[in-house]
């Protein structure tokens, strides 16, 4: 993709977008939301965001962002991948592009249970400017050590 923004040309390949994860999962209370109510538990999280190339940093706010999750199976092959979305409540409308509004973008396992890895990547597009969706690699989250850490209540 070439454009002109600010009277410069710039051009995007996929490679220059990536999944951006925290360093380690933290421990937080966490609420899914359906249709009439949420359930609370203990989860282990972790950030998700997008490094976007550095001619994009000044329209961020402009970037669609959608995050995608999967599960891994034990051969580490992510199955299908399904839209990373964590409303704030029940009523919540979703934001075209994002998440969820006003709260970090999170993948997350329950503290309760053992679970295989999960597989994170996420889109991006600027569609001021282009209809093309540039989609990034997979980074895969593997729980172990951290999610033990980050289950145990803080005493």
């Known amino acids: ?7 410069r040309a710039v051009n995007f390949v996929a490679a220059d977008f990536k999944v951006r994860l925290d ?23 972790r950030g998700v965001g997008l490094q976007l190339p550095s001619a994009l940093a000044m329209y961020r706010q402009t970037v669609s962002v959608f995050h995608e999750q999967a599960d891994v199976d034990n ?9 990373l979305y964590n ?7 979703r934001s075209f592009g994002a998440s969820h509004a006003n709260q970090p973008d999170v993948v997350y ?3 309760d ?9 996420s889109s991006a597009a600027f569609l001021e400017v282009d209809d093309r ?10 729980w172990g050590q951290d999610m033990v850490a980050a289950c145990v209540p803080a005493g």
């Open 1 to 7: 993709m070439t454009f002109g923004v600010d009277a």
């Open 23 to 45: 360093p380690t999962a933290a421990r937080r209370m966490h609420t899914v939301w359906d249709a009439d109510a949420g359930e609370r538990f203990a989860a282990a999280t």
């Open 75 to 83: 051969e580490g092959t992510a199955g299908q991948f399904h839209a």
């Open 87 to 93: 409303p704030a409540r029940a009523c919540t409308g």
């Open 109 to 111: 396992r329950r503290c």
């Open 113 to 121: 249970v053992v679970l295989r890895p999960t597989a994170v990547r």
């Open 133 to 142: 969706v540039f989609v990034t690699g997979t980074q895969i989250v593997d």
